[in-house]
């Protein structure tokens, strides 16, 4: 076998799946862990525990000189992490980050989202890499990259050329996604300016999106198209079971539908519409099912208010939830009862929904999270002291949510979401720094590590102060994405002069070979 | 009249006091604000628009070289805005943010928080700076001042050195802060290696601390005293009564009694207890004014579950809200309603609540105070939707409670929290940097602007995205307390050449003016 490409080193923190019923543990492991050239996870040993073991492994294995090495300094209280999977994000409207003032969803779309996502429609060529779409989406990649964000189920706006721009733009950047051109042809409820001419037009422009992502990479190896009617109210009847067909007509060769993501439930205001709208649905779930939208493979993001009734139905067409407690909080939009999805069976990951969120950390997502389970009790269970606690996400839960969760939302929990072997290398460096018993600090890290903590304690620690300057580097295939400016400086020189030493050729070749492509 | 000190210029972002019932919003006001050797605001010029405008105003005034000058750029989107003041802070919990697991309130005491402060107890000598008081300490206030906070409410623990050394810290790096000994001598409640000895040893150990720090800042121009009885159920009812006497007999000339600060109904679990321990009394607030310890110098933290007879009687007492979102959510404590405290008449300011808030920063409050209003209804109105609108927070009124709010809280409303001419220039100089426009960055700051905001949706953007990397300096009475590592090189660099070209000594003189106290 030849050698691996890249050898990772040091601590090694993830969320192994449990059985149901069993509590989330963090798994803490030190050791080595190597990658192939197309990023797979060849093999692991968790006997290394040292420079010299490290050493005697490359030679045991004739890898000396052959091979990349990368570091997680426990020094700097550095771990490797699962890259975070956002299953929900809306990629053109990250300049309004923040800005929702004091409106619930609908009110918002009007005044901020709607114009917003117009706008890209200016673009006519998505190789002409100028204009908002390629700014707006260039800086949403290196933004959610900053984040440890590895793969991301965005949506797009209606526009095929802006679309594209961004399918473009991940692959360039070296980001998995599902790309999803939104379409919207209700005349009733979409804006003149700002939706599909018709179903057939929406049908059209979507072949168009699947055939460019298609043709730039054909294995799908990091972007890949996704259905995105934007949810009920916007589309018509007809658009719907067409998309749906769609997904069917482009299955793959094993049967598995075209992805199709879309909205459920998110906001009380939004429930009554639909209700009005399709009255022959008594359920919102019930509409999509009608048009035969509730896939295995379907992300529906919110799901707030579903009934149990709902949760059944979807928990049976094996449709996936992408929860989105930032956006839910900001919007006010309710407090989802995460636990009452959880119990029905159903496949959960976390959303940023910018910019009905207003960050776009999927730790963020990871904090309001569990923030959001440790009140919805007030909500949902007032009184029950037992039930309230059951509702509680704990920390680990969270964070798995938000790697192996929402691995197999995007249908890859074989894939990517842990540090499995024959899993693909998609993580993150952490780095929290050096403590404060090396002096009063602070302006790097925004966590303090006082020197006593446990590694749970400090990924606790991380998972409520941390940030993006905590992300040192992100792999995604094993390729590495993002580093932080001072990897090259401190982290960076250190590990050069350490891989040097071992006379193998370290950052230098890795800015090389990620510029390769 | 002698010259100012500081001509501050740019733009300065504050929150105007409105008339009752009126809506919140933001002045935005450019121009040059003068402030005098002891920190006062003396004079606004708001026509100075102008690098020119303010070389013919210093002209004009006659102190070209005769004073410094500090300027908020608009090309790196830099304002002025009041400090934050921190109405509620624990500062020996900070090691232990984040580390509240999935527990509640009363585990979370006796697990984190109980072993970590009595761990302050073995530093004997206040003089002797080192030892987990200092440097927890010193962290804590160097964090706080990261994060713009120039007024915080601290509890420290029961030890009288410990408190001093706190007391110090805050003179030394110059924070204003009311500093509060633990008073918990419940020997049925209390942890026996971790409680005063008797209610006389409280009142003797107050009394050890109110020297000292009248001793080392006898104008209280920093530092003040502050009784904190723990909470209900940690003090004796005679400790309780001899605290309110404590505090009347230290009335200052006006007749204003020393400040008080203890928590109140927080988590039901603890009002049940209350109710428990005190039968005599059927609120939690009436036993606190059994015990006299509701002043208008009182300082009740939380307040989630407070009742209408409760709210009424605090108002009649005169006594304040600290309102600790991050820190309700983080526990599960509940969603404190508080459209009803305001509506109620009471004063209310934020606190972060460390540690069981997660987080230090006043920001982050203010977004949990508006995340928490926008869920509230789900718990207290549900159904209501109109109720539910009302209950909701602006962005706003939120920074108003971090600001104005928090000023009359700790009773400095004529003192701090807004750019009044005769107000103390307690501020911060935040900068969100020079947008997306000139280029692809987000290493410096979190928030991107993308040229088209108005002021008011910066700060929109400020406040949901920010952190410590937007706060690039922090004044308190005129003196600059703290600045990012960049702003020497880069903004102080600009500033000094800047301030050069004037014939002034800016940075240097401020740096040696710090180093004074």
Redesign the interface.
């Known amino acids: 076998m030849s050698p691996p490409h890249t050898v990772f080193y040091g601590t090694f923190i993830d969320l192994p799946r449990t059985k149901s019923g069993h509590k989330h543990v963090l798994s803490v492991r030190y050791g080595a862990l190597w990658v192939s050239a197309n990023g797979t996870i060849q093999g692991v040993d968790w006997t290394v525990g040292s420079d010299s073991d490290l050493h005697a492994l490359l030679r045991r294995k004739g890898w000396v000189g052959k091979v990349h090495l990368v570091r997680a300094q426990s020094s700097q209280n550095e771990f490797f992490f699962p890259g975070f999977i956002d299953t929900h994000i809306h990629a053109p409207q990250?300049?309004n980050?923040?800005?929702f003032?004091?409106s619930?969803l609908l009110e918002w779309l009007e005044r901020y989202t709607f114009p917003m996502e117009s706008s890209f429609g200016s673009t006519s060529n998505p190789s002409l890499l100028t204009g908002n779409a390629f700014?707006?989406y260039?800086?949403t990649i290196?933004?959610t990259l900053?984040h440890g964000t590895t793969y991301a189920a965005y949506y797009a706006t209606i526009h095929v050329p802006a679309t594209q721009i961004l399918a473009s733009l991940c692959l360039e950047r070296g980001q998995k996604a599902l790309i999803g051109r939104v379409c919207m042809d209700n005349s009733t409820t979409c804006p003149d300016d700002y939706r599909d001419a018709s179903p057939a037009a929406s049908l059209s422009d979507n072949e168009a999106v699947i055939a460019y992502i298609r043709g730039i990479d054909p294995s799908g190896a990091l972007v890949k198209p996704i259905l995105t009617p934007r949810f009920a109210l916007s589309c018509s009847d007809t658009a719907m079971r067409a998309i749906a067909d769609q997904a069917t007509r482009h299955a793959s060769e094993d049967g598995a539908p075209l992805h199709i993501q879309t909205h459920i439930s998110e906001n009380t205001?939004e429930i009554d519409a639909v209700r009005l709208f399709f009255p022959q649905q008594d359920t919102y779930a019930g509409v999509y099912d009608e048009y035969g939208l509730l896939t295995p493979r379907t992300i529906l993001a919110h799901a707030v208010h579903l009934t149990p009734k709902e949760r059944e139905l979807i928990s049976a067409r094996g449709a996936k939830i992408s929860h989105c407690p930032t956006s839910n909080?900001?919007?006010?939009s309710?407090?989802c009862p995460v636990r009452h999805i959880l119990d029905a069976g159903l496949t959960v990951g976390l959303g940023t929904d910018v910019s009905g969120g207003?960050?776009m950390s999927v730790l963020e997502a990871v904090r309001q999270a569990?923030?959001?389970s440790?009140?919805v009790?007030?909500?949902a269970s007032?009184g029950d002291?037992e039930e309230?606690?059951r509702m509680?996400l704990?920390?680990e839960e969270a964070l798995y949510l938000a790697t192996r969760g929402g691995a197999a939302v995007v249908d890859a929990a074989d894939q990517v979401g842990g540090f499995d072997k024959g899993m693909l290398f998609d993580a993150q460096l952490v780095r929290l720094g050096p403590g404060?018993e090396k002096g009063?600090s602070?302006?790097e890290s925004?966590v303090?590590v006082?020197g006593w903590e446990s590694w749970e304690?400090k990924v606790?620690?991380?998972?409520?102060?941390g940030?993006?300057?905590n992300v040192k580097g992100v792999w995604v295939n094993g390729r590495l994405v993002h580093s932080?400016?001072d990897i090259g400086g401190e982290t960076g020189g250190r590990l050069l002069r350490w891989v040097l030493g071992l006379g193998v050729v370290g950052v230098g070749a890795v800015v090389a070979w990620r510029s390769r492509r």
């Open positions: 990250y300049p980050s923040g800005l003032g004091s619930t700014r707006v260039n800086q290196a933004r900053s205001a909080s900001a919007l006010g309710g407090l207003y960050s569990c923030l959001v440790r009140l009790r007030f909500a007032p002291e309230g606690k509680v704990s920390v404060v009063i602070g302006k925004p303090d006082f304690e606790y620690k991380w998972v409520w102060n940030d993006d300057r932080r400016g």
